[in-house]
């Protein structure tokens, strides 16, 4: 058996290789552009956290406390769109993907690293025009901007914020395409298709939705911007234009956009699954697959979101049916892991704590995504608080908790030391609990009518007041449970332990360099000669004496 | 043989052109094309989305599109189609002569497909001046001429909601605008290229660039096949006897 000596830590890494602003703002490193995507998101996400924190205050007591309708109209629409798309459609992409793409690879960086760095003016911009629009005067039309509300009698902002959403769309585009050619052209030499791992595979059919997808919303928004300034007729009823007609354009992104939300939470969370049970995951093409099943078929069921919007009901019987089939790949994923812990070694630091909470939540997601997709039930729960749970179980319970498991577990890659472990722990639990306790009250509320985008609820019905305050509640304790790591991570970024090159013992490529990682990721080109999650069987740990084999890299 | 390779490898591999995350040029220019043909992926979601609200209004209103196709100008129509098709050649031929290294060819040729572009854009400034001129231009895009056309000159048969055509007129400018956006930006494009072609910049090694620039041009052609008869030619036949 050999050995395989792993880099010192370096002088020189990445991080340090420059300094100044101008190093960062003008860097062609898809690392460095990790990072600054990683402070753009962490500032939206803040925003849009500030915004479900007034929420949930004003829906405390069934009166309009804190706010009018008209205000609390433009906080869940500014929540929603800063969330959506500011926050959920780049987050994982945009910094763990830029960040581990190449180097899972064993590539010296993206294809395109000018455009790179153009995704993330790109973004930051329409971020920019977002919150401009948001401090002139916000807009209140929902994340949804359905028509003829939108074009026509919404007395806000909407072509400012929807510019800004056009503009952040092509960062979506850019950093899709970049993945895609980098996967398809930049494998270090060994690195066959069936030997990348499923990180890798989930951000490939993320990227193929967010090339294929976002141009639609780009030209929607477009369109919903011309019908606004010049009234062209085209969403409007009263010159033979058709309103659906933009629910079928939005919701024909938007779908897909969930998934571009979700699948490279699952990437990341088939990485923690496989190494923290040191197994290989089980059913390696099937996990795989059902990445790109999810990506074609989820776009397929957008009119899952018009049960109840005139659509004809042999439409709906056949978008409830492919939305039951999309549910298919999903469950394949959970059964995946789940057979992949079974005897596995598991150690439940936190990024598994994280990976694990994932599984749970995501289910509970699916499965009622199962009742919304059901004509004669969606009937009742469309349009109420279970929708708002649905949704907050995949995009929070999942991408957020993937997110989070992600940063975490390469953390000592990326920063170079290491995160605490005991509060890392502690505030996985703390998210966790304040999490189910915000949302779980939410499908009951949604169930007996509480509608979505109100802000005040019958008085006399105390039932609903006392599910709301525990949703209030449970808000608090995961707002805590969010401040905990931000506090923490930042404070470790100087005085955290010196992190390993390889802190977790793993064969993955990007354990293999330095932590943090030189500019060229790799001293030398990697050769790739196994399967990813290759771990060796006790015995031969044994004989060597070590934890772990490294993958045979040549160095 | 296998030396042969190794030194073309070899010399490929230190060419100038080359950037440093990558391993030869090969690879460089396999990502470079496989970017644009995935970026022309996205460009034709793009136009989707406006070719479905073509058909659907199309499909909901079938008698005023033809009424409003009909007084499109089908001569410059016709002849601007000629312009891009005789354009995508020219392309072609800029792209096969910087291949074998003829520099002063692909200069002329280059040339040749950016004045056929500026061509195609003129002509379809003066239709849009027509469309001005009879007050065509749909909603109120022109500040102080909103959509008024004559229904007389229109032959808007009677009981026909004018609205429609106005549906019609503005899918028509939505595409052809956009059409043209992509036209501006493909001459713009190829005024680099020709501009580093003039620096000698290409040879047989390295002509990815031009290349890549010319898969962007035809399929800016390629939309324009469709846009024209989907645009001018609906109900031709029945020219004067919908009214
Ligand atoms: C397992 C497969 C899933 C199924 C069958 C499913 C089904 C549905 C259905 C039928 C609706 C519409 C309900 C209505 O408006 O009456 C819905 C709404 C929604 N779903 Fe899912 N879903 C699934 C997974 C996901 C995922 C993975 C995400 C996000 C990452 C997601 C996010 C949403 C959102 C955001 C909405 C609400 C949109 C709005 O009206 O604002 N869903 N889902
Ligand atoms: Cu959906």
Known sequence: MEEFEVPRPPRTNYLNAEYGVKSWLLTKDHKRIALLYLGGISFFFFIGSLYAMAIRLELLTPQADLTQSSTYNKMFTQHGIIMVFFFLIPSIPATLGNFLVPMMIGAKDLAFPRINLLSWYIYMLGGILTIYALLAGGVDTGWTFYTP???????????????GIFIAGFSSILTGLNFIVTIHTMRAPGMTWFRLPLFIWAHYATSLIMILGTPVIAITILLVAFERLAHIGIFDPAAGGDPVLFQHLFWFYSHPAVYIMVLPAMGVVSELIANFSRKNIFGYKFVAFSSLAIAVFGFLVWGHHMFVASQSIY????????????????????????????????????PMLYGLGFIGLFTIGGLTGMFLASLATDVHLSDTYFIVAHFHYIMVGGTLLAYLGGLHYWWPKISGRMYPEGWGRFSALIVFVGFNLTFSPQFVLGYMGMPRRYHTYPADLVSWQVLHVLSTAGASILGVGLLIPLIYLIWSMRYGRIAEANPWHLPGLEWQTASPPPTQNFYETPIVTSEAYEFAPPEAKEVVGRFERQRPVKI | MAEDLATTQEHAATHSALQHHFENMEQQREAGTLGMWVFLVTEIMFFGGMFLAYTLYRSKYPEAFAVASNHLDIKLGGINTAVLIVSSFTMAMAVFSTQVGKKRNSIIFLLMTMALGLTFLGI??????????????????????????SPHELHLPPGMPIGNVELFYWIYFAMTGMHALHMIIGVGILSVITILAVRGRFSPEYHAPVEISGLYWHFVDIVWIFLFPLLYLLGRHLAGHLG
């Open chain 1, 149 to 163: 509300y939108s074009t026509t009698f919404s007395n806000s902002y909407v072509i400012a914020t929807g510019l």
């Open chain 2, 124 to 149: 379809k400034a003066i239709e849009y001046h027509d469309k001005y001129r009879d007050s065509l231009i749909p909603g109120t895009l022109i500040p102080g001429r909103p959509f008024n056309p």
């Open chain 1, 315 to 350: 439409a709906g019987m056949i978008f409830s049916i492919l939305s039951f089939a999309v549910a298919i790949p999903s469950a394949v994923k959970v059964f995946n892991w789940t057979a992949t812990l079974h005897k596995g070694s598991i150690s439940y630091d936190t």
